[in-house]
């Protein structure tokens, strides 16, 4: 039987819950609530992680208990679950006696069958990250995740036999592409597996960390923080307890991870079910990061995006539906409360809640509030719509299997779009003033119909607003809940259905305001270091780089930092502006063959007119161009 489950992350309790947390957790609930539109058996888990060195340090701290630690942050999660409409099946703590013994079951099981063993270890310790590393993993004797100092460690310790599935892996990987998804990421963990696969360190002495769960074959040690974690997604489901639920859901349809923990999940987690002997998930899949602007977010550079904020002020639909809309998956995405409030307000307020208020609105005034009776036949232009309508039915339900909601999501629109310039063209308030009232009835028929299949589509993204945009459809109360059977049909709106009244679904947002007091929280946030916003290879090729030789430079009056060059690109004679003269002279550039990007648009310099620029390399006080390692070469010759 077809099933489906989806899993997050479960997250550590030791921070406050952020955009980042909520990404992923709306995203695994919108594909729940798609699945179970679909009528496909579904369940998904999410839940927390709350072991290990951080928790423990700050339960020290505050003068408490590790589990009253736990006990206190976990409700941040919970709470912001419940404000953010998810529909998780369970939550999972690793604090849960269940979960803990399903652990203890499973290293006592790996440890009877020799695949855990005891040794001496070495190595780098990061105790912010909790993670060892070797002598060759630190990059320049920091941690490779955090750049913080680690330090030398020597103890005695439990490890698992990773290495020994190294083979099985890549073979594994390789024969089942989906298995890790986007397939950047899975070339990412195949380059990592070139690397001979260490065994994986499972213990902790509980002299430094007691906070954990205990190994049954040794009180003196705790599990490592990953072998209690990952197990999360099978305990969840019953595993060792209660086998027939087991089956029922594994194995897992989508791990839903961040990029962050790919290698944990991609080759930690698939060893370690080898070694237990049970089936794969289907897929792994490692969306992005979300940056704010250009910038990692960090609790130090105090950008963090407070998820509970945004719904307080934008609401909980329209925050998820941004976060679904604006980020391609498997790519990072950029926050910012400006980008938010021009999608919210062109998506949203104009296109959606625009079409809704003009459509419920007349046929409150012209057909009291009941959905009219079509007595006239569909024209061109409602069979144009229809088309447009099921089109985005159909895109939908491609983009949920390919993780391509924002392209489903993008088609819906599109079907707004054209309801709205339907309403337009048909201009359905000048049929009432003419008393058309057969071909008014059609018009309005027409695009409530198609508006109450988009409320079906964006239910899972906005499931509050969808509800509110039924009712005002005249969708009866008993079938608020979408359904997908009459989703793809045309014509499911019955004649005399009542409609709710309807204020603005989405009140327009004062984008003023926003800007005037954006510029202030802007100036509080440095610029995080080493982050590079990645670009696809098609924005790449829209810059035109070409080889040029330079004919001519000479200075501009009255500007000392500027030099005017004539260069040939190819057939073509060109002039650009260069602000290069403190580091060359005319004459040192006459006849250098430089890169020029040929296709910015032309630009006007203290009055001169510059129709490209040249690329060079600076750093600090010293300019070099970049020219081309060759004696004779064409100029106008492509470049990339
Ligand atoms: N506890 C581990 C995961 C164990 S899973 C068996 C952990 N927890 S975490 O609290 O740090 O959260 C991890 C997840 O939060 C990331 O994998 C990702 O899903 C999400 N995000 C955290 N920051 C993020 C962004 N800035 N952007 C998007 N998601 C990121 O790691």
Partial sequence: MEKFYVTTPIYYVNDKPHIGHAYTTILADVLARYHRLLDVPTYFLTGTDEHGQKVQQAAEKNGITPQQQCDQTVVRFQELWDKLEITNDKFIRTTDEDHKKVVQDILQELFDKDLIYKDEYKGHYCVPCERFYTEKDLVEGCCPECNREVQEIIESNYFFRMSQYQDWLINYINENPKFIQPDHRRNETLGFLKQPLGDLCVSRPKSRLAWGIELPFDEDYVTYVWFDALINYISGIGYKKDEEEFKKWWPCSTHLIGKDILTTHTVYW?????????????SIFAHGWWLVGRDKMSKSVGNVVNPMDMCEQYGVDAFRYFLMAEMTLGHDASFTEEVFVT??????????????????????????????????????EEKELQKATLEAV?????????????????????AVRAGNRYMEQKAPWTLAKEGKMDELALVLYTAAE?????????????PQKMAEMRAALGVPADKIEADVEKLSHWGVLEAGAELAPIKALFQRIDTKKVQKEAPKKKKQQPKAENVVELIDIEDFGKVQLKTAKVLEAEPVEGADRILKLQLEVGQEKRQIIAGIAKFYTPEQLIGKMIIIVANLKPAEIRGVKSHGMLLAAKKKKKLTLVTVDAEEFPTGASVG
């Fill in 270 to 282: 698939p060893t370690m079910m080898k070694a237990m002997g049970i089936e794969m998930p289907e």
């Fill in 450 to 462: 198609s508006l109450r299949i988009i409320s079906g589509l964006l239910s899972p993204t906005m």
């Fill in 394 to 414: 159909t895109a939908m339900k491609e983009s949920i299997p390919t993780m391509k909601l924002d392209s489903g999501i993008a088609s819906i629109m599109t």
């Fill in 343 to 380: 999608r919210y307000n062109s998506d949203l307020a104009n296109d959606l809640g625009n079409m809704l208020n003009r459509v419920n609105k007349m046929i409150f005034k012209q057909f009291d509030g009941k959905i009219p009776a079509v007595t006239v036949e569909a024209g061109d």
